[in-house]
Structure formats: structure tokens, C-alpha cells
């Protein structure tokens, strides 16, 4: 046998056989790798006033749907902030900061309507993990929606929907909704240093979660396990379930869904409002990427004419942060917001006439963009309103409907709105979100479908010297909140600015002229 | 490439001298070091990466050494290799061993540029895309090397006297 192979066969043996020896020692002397995440057991005074589910094993996240996947709480410190996780991905936290996503559980609009649901029930607090689940995973996971707190805050509880509450997905339910996500937020983690995943970062993105999270994170039933929303007895007074959001279930019996057009295609486009034409145009490709920026229709949290006001609203600012960068990202994002709003409806008049001294005309009011109803979310608040002005030759206003008091902040009480109410067990209709004593969902207008329209006819009458030609004003008319939440749960005095989503104005001669 | 075959050079190389002998050998013992690291980050580690994290560590500083041995000791190794060298297949095959080990480090050096960054203050790292490629470069370069290394201290590099004398006659 060759010599140098004789000389260097053992020292290659030895050099195997040591890193061997090295990796097994390791493995040895490591101390005993304990189960990540904590005990229910080790939540000290933690409340389960829901009982077990039917197998009898313990609820600590009920009547949210969320749960770990190896069924622990989480400990609040081993959970990166998004500021973390920024010092590599930038780009990714300056979309992603100015978005609702990461104010969820810090909107203060949220959190006032959480405090009032909380003191409608003894159990109150335990309650809100309900909402919690969605809007502050982090809260409900590592157990301080409590209502004895003994667990710790962290920065990443507070941002809401932060990196590792999707980016550890391994299982949604999008048609039960209530948050029936499942995270391994305490398994699917690493916890290296930022040099050695830089040295691994491949195996960084594979610790996150691996292929079923990222295959899942990229679907509509991932965004539908929160997007779906459902009362029963657990949380409300309902007796039968009422369903109160159905965002998933609008856009899977769409045309969208059919033709795979999904949540994230619109929602993280780079250009929301592009890819929205791009869609209505035909084309179906998908978008270059996917930005961390979940452009949504609340203009309210992005309208910087409030001034310090939005800053209030938003809950203050973000871990990595400043006041300047974040009010940079806010107008960017509410630039978005605006253009993909009015992207999504559209106006046309469909008829009209002067018969017996009545002027009768219908307008189709259409959802052009939105691969969901319109509107649609929590749309006992979010609502929608057309308004209709006729005036004569000379400007004067013959007949106005869907007015708004800009002062007041109130609709025109007999106006054509698109809302749902939510009813107590009396039937009486609850202005502000009180979950909790909900017993039934009814719908003044029920959303209208992608796609499709709505044709509202109206009736005014008319004199006999008008002087025409007659002039038609139509606005459509969006609000993220109704006047009465604000009153009452905020208990400021803030009008709440409608959104134009649309107007048009119709000569009734013929000439018309309409916007977008 | 290949040097002027010596006719009268029968024999074998004469004993390397104990300094290059024992930098070899420190090389062989590296490579293999490394090579039981590697597999291990790449088939065990990705269960529980939390665990890995001290064989990347070992990983990397292996790895750094046995780039600098490795430079300092080719060009010598070369120069007396080719000298040396009356096969013109191992001539080539060394050659493509030469080649893998730069592949291999120059893969490994490349993945390491973030880190060496991140510790200078300055953050910056290679697409998704780049650090596959990498990886997989780094992963089969080093696995081609292994064997090339292993068929490089097997294979002859002398001829045989009786196959030189007949080349001789002719």
C-alpha cells in the first residue's frame, strides 16, 4: 500500500473519529433537554373557567381556538421581537410595522372595546382570550390574559401579530375560525446567535416552522383561522352560532377562490391597488413577491391629519422604532390603504325616469376589486353608506339621501347602509361591539358579493317647475367604526372621518361623469 | 502540466520532511474533522438546532484553520508533486482534487462572508437563492473531495520498473 496513505489513513480515522467522539460527548453531557414552553401547572393563580374539552384535557386558551403544538403555554422571553428578527430583515419589519397586523393587540380602539367586553362578565377577563387569540397571540399563549397576572410581559407579546405568530404555523382551520391556529412557537424556534444563523441560514429558515409552515402561511386558510369568526355560548349569549365575520368563506366561494386568486395575492402585493387593476384587467399572475405590509381597509389608523392623536390610537409606537421612521412607514402604508379602497368599488346608474311627478332611479353598487364581500370583517362597525344627491339646473338639492354630519359624526339614519348588527337576547341592537352579550347577528344590507353588485332604486318626488336638466350625485361611502363606538367606548371626542370609495354624478340628459 | 518524464527515476519519492509531513498530517486530521462536522450539521442538526449550534462553532473554526494550513502548504506540495509525478492520470486527478478543495473552501468562505460582516458591524447576507446554491456547492464539493483525497493517497504516482524499461527500449 502506498505510503502517504499509510501515514495519513490514521490521522483521517482519528480526525473522524474525533469530531465522532466530540458530537456524541455533546450530546451526552448536555443537560437533559426539558420540554420547551411552560406548564399550565407553572402559571401561578392561571384561570380555566371553560372546564376541559370533551376528552377531558385542560382548555388554557378557550375560547380562542389557538393552542401550541406541543400543547404548553409559551415563556414570554425565549419569543423574539420583531425588532430582533429586523436587525437581518429589515425590509420585512418596515413593512410589516406600520401594518394592523402588528397594532392588533395594541390599538387602543381594541383594547377600550376589549375592556368594555371584560366587564360585562365575571369571567371577563378569561373571556377575552377570544379576542385575545387573535389580536395578541402572545398575551393569550404565554397566559397573562389572566385576571391575575403573573407572567412577565415581553416586547414580542405586545406587537400583536409578530413574526413568530405566523412564521411557526403548522395546522389553521379557516371555517371554524376563532383562531384555530396551531404554533410551534415553543418547538419550530432556534434560538441561535444572529453570526451563527448567518452561518446557517438555511437551516434558520428551516427551524421556522419548516415546509409545512411556510406552505401554509402562504394559503387562505391560514389567513381564514382568524378571518372567520363565530359566536356561540363560550363567548357570547348566542344559543345557536352566529356567524359574525366570514371573510374566508365570501372569498373561497368566489371567483377568486376558484381561480386561486388569494388573500396574500392582494393583501401583500407590493402594490395592493396595482395587482387589484392587474386582477380586474385578467391577468392572474402572481405578484413579484409577497411584502410583510397586510395592506387592509382601516384609513383611520394611517390618517396622519390626526396628528398625536393617531399615535394614541395605534397604542403608541413599536420596539425599533422612532417617532420619525414610524410616521414615515404610517403615511406610506396609508397611501396603500387609500389606493386599494378605491380599487374595490364602483357606481353606475342603472335607470331612471319622471313618471307622476316621482323621479326613480337605481344605482348598481359594485364590488369590483375586493375578493370578498364589501364590505366585510367586523362589519357591525366597518360599514358602508351610499349617498344620493339630485339637484336641478340651478344647484338647488331636490332630494338628498346619506347625508353626514361632519360635526356629529352621524349617518343619515335612513340611508342605504351595508352593516350587520349584533342584538341582545332582547333583540335590541348593540351599537359597540359588546361581544359578550350578543345573542344574534342580524344584517341591515348584507355585504355584496365579488364580483357582484347591489341595486339600490330610489324614489323622491319631484315638482312640477323644476328646472332640469337634473343633476345626480352618488357617493359611496365607507367608515371603520360607527359614531356610537367612539361616544361610548372610547369616550373621546373624535369624529370618525368617512372614506370615499367611490362617486359618480349623472346628468340625467345623458352626460356623466364618475371617479375613480 | 506534466513535467518531463525522468527515464532513470524508478524509485519512489524520498521521505518528505518531517515539518511538510506533519502539516499534512494535521491537514488529513482537519479534513477529517470537518468532514464529521459537516454530516453531522447537515443530516442531524436540522432535528434540534438549538444543539447544532457548538458543531457549527467547532465547524467554522476547523474549517478557517485548515484553510490557512492548507494555503500555506499546497504551493510546496505542488511544485515537488509535479516534480514527482510519472502518471499524468494522477497528475490530473490531483489537479481536480485541487480543484474541489478550492470549490469547497471558496463555498464555505463564501457562507462565512456574513458572519465575518455581522462581527465587523456591518449586516449583510446572501439571497435565499445564493445560500442554496452555496450550500449545495459546499455539500458536494466537499463530498468529491473526500473521495479524491482518499483515490490521491491510494493511487501511485510511480511507475513500475518494468513499465518504465519498456518505454525506455522503445
Not at chain 1, 384555530?180 to 424556534?189: F, I, Q
Not at chain 1, 354630519?405 to 350587520?420: K, M
Not at chain 1, 359597540?432 to 341595486?455: S, Y
Not at chain 2, 524508478?10 to 494535521?26: D, E, I
Amino acid at each position: 500500500m502506498k505510503s502517504q496513505f499509510k501515514k495519513n489513513a490514521p490521522w483521517l480515522a482519528l480526525g473522524l473519529l474525533a469530531s465522532i467522539g466530540l458530537m456524541l460527548a455533546a450530546e451526552w453531557l448536555r443537560p437533559q433537554a426539558v420540554e420547551p414552553g411552560v406548564d399550565l401547572a407553572d402559571i401561578p393563580f392561571y384561570q380555566l373557567p371553560f372546564g376541559p374539552d370533551a376528552e377531558g384535557n385542560p382548555r388554557p386558551f378557550w375560547p380562542s381556538r389557538l393552542k401550541t403544538e406541543n400543547g404548553r403555554l409559551i415563556e414570554p422571553k425565549t419569543i423574539q421581537s420583531a425588532a430582533a428578527c429586523a436587525e437581518c430583515h429589515q425590509r420585512e419589519f418596515d413593512e410589516w410595522a406600520p401594518s394592523l397586523h402588528a397594532i392588533a393587540g395594541r390599538d387602543v380602539i381594541y383594547e377600550k372595546a376589549v375592556e368594555v367586553n371584560e366587564d360585562l362578565h365575571r369571567n371577563g377577563i378569561e373571556k377575552a382570550r377570544f379576542c385575545e387569540g387573535c389580536h395578541a397571540p402572545g398575551e393569550v399563549l404565554a397566559g397573562r390574559t389572566n385576571r391575575f397576572k403573573s407572567v412577565m410581559p415581553s416586547d414580542a407579546e405586545t406587537e400583536g401579530l409578530t413574526c413568530v405568530m405566523c412564521h411557526t404555523a403548522t395546522h389553521a382551520d379557516p371555517v371554524e375560525g376563532n383562531g384555530a391556529l396551531t404554533l410551534a412557537v415553543n418547538t419550530g424556534v432556534d434560538q441561535l446567535s444572529n453570526p451563527m444563523i448567518l452561518a446557517a441560514p438555511r437551516d434558520h429558515s428551516r427551524a421556522f416552522g419548516a415546509t409545512q409552515t411556510n406552505d401554509l402561511i402562504a394559503s387562505a386558510d391560514f389567513c381564514g383561522a382568524c378571518h372567520t369568526e363565530n359566536y356561540d355560548s363560550s363567548m357570547s349569549k348566542a344559543v345557536s352560532r352566529q356567524h359574525v365575520q366570514s371573510t374566508f368563506v365570501e372569498w373561497r366561494d368566489s371567483w377568486y377562490g376558484r381561480n386561486d386568486v388569494t388573500c396574500q395575492d392582494c393583501h401583500m402585493a407590493p402594490d395592493p391597488a396595482a395587482y387589484v387593476r392587474q386582477i380586474r384587467d385578467g391577468n392572474l399572475a402572481k405578484p413579484e413577491r409577497y411584502a410583510h405590509n397586510f395592506v387592509g381597509s382601516n384609513y383611520l389608523m394611517f390618517d396622519t391629519a390626526l396628528g398625536s392623536n393617531l399615535t394614541y390610537l395605534r397604542g403608541g409606537l413599536l420596539p425599533g422604532l422612532t417617532e420619525t421612521k414610524n410616521t414615515q412607514l404610517i403615511e406610506r402604508q396609508g397611501q396603500a390603504t387609500r389606493e386599494l379602497l378605491r380599487a374595490a368599488a364602483g357606481l353606475e346608474l342603472r335607470h331612471s325616469e319622471v313618471a307622476d311627478g316621482q323621479l326613480r332611479f337605481s344605482i348598481a353598487v359594485q364590488n369590483l376589486g375586493a375578493g370578498h364581500n364589501l364590505p366585510t370583517g367586523v362589519i357591525d362597525q366597518k360599514h358602508m353608506w351610499l349617498e344620493v344627491i339630485v339637484r336641478d339646473a340651478d344647484g338647488n338639492s331636490l332630494y338628498h339621501s346619506g347625508a353626514f354630519d361632519g360635526v356629529r359624526g352621524e349617518t343619515d339614519p335612513d340611508a342605504v347602509i351595508w352593516r350587520e348588527d349584533f342584538r341582545d337576547a332582547e333583540g335590541k341592537r348593540i351599537p359597540d361591539h359588546l361581544t359578550f352579550i350578543t345573542a344574534e347577528i342580524t344584517h341591515l344590507r348584507p355585504g355584496i358579493p365579488p364580483k357582484g353588485e347591489d341595486l339600490v332604486s330610489y324614489q323622491a318626488p319631484l315638482a312640477a317647475d323644476v328646472r332640469g336638466p337634473l343633476i345626480l350625485e352618488t357617493r359611496l361611502w365607507y367608515r371603520v367604526a360607527t359614531q356610537e363606538f367612539a361616544y361610548n367606548t372610547l369616550k373621546i371626542d373624535l369624529v370618525i372621518p368617512p372614506f370615499e370609495l367611490a362617486a359618480a354624478t349623472y346628468s340625467l340628459n345623458g352626460a356623466n361623469e364618475t371617479r375613480p | 502540466m506534466t513535467a518531463p518524464l525522468p527515464l532513470e527515476s524508478t524509485v519512489r519519492n524520498a521521505p518528505a520532511a518531517p515539518t511538510k509531513s506533519r502539516t499534512s498530517l494535521l491537514i488529513s486530521l482537519l479534513f477529517a474533522g470537518l468532514m464529521g462536522s459537516g454530516l453531522h450539521l447537515e443530516l442531524l442538526a436540522g432535528r434540534n438546532w438549538n444543539s447544532g449550534e457548538i458543531v457549527l462553532f467547532v465547524h467554522l473554526c476547523l474549517g478557517l484553520a485548515f484553510t490557512v494550513l492548507l494555503a500555506f502548504w499546497i504551493d510546496r506540495h505542488v511544485r515537488s508533486g509535479l516534480r514527482s509525478s510519472q502518471r499524468p492520470a494522477f497528475t490530473w486527478l490531483s489537479w481536480l482534487l485541487l480543484g474541489k478543495c478550492v470549490l469547497l473552501l471558496l463555498g464555505g468562505l463564501l457562507m462565512t462572508l456574513p458572519v465575518a460582516l455581522y462581527l465587523g458591524g456591518v449586516i449583510w447576507f446572501w439571497s435565499f437563492e445564493t445560500t442554496d446554491l452555496l450550500t449545495f456547492v459546499h455539500l458536494w464539493a466537499a463530498c468529491l473531495a473526500s473521495i479524491g483525497l482518499l483515490a490521491h493517497l491510494l493511487l501511485r504516482h510511480w511507475r513500475h520498473a518494468h513499465t518504465t524499461d519498456k518505454e525506455a527500449q522503445a
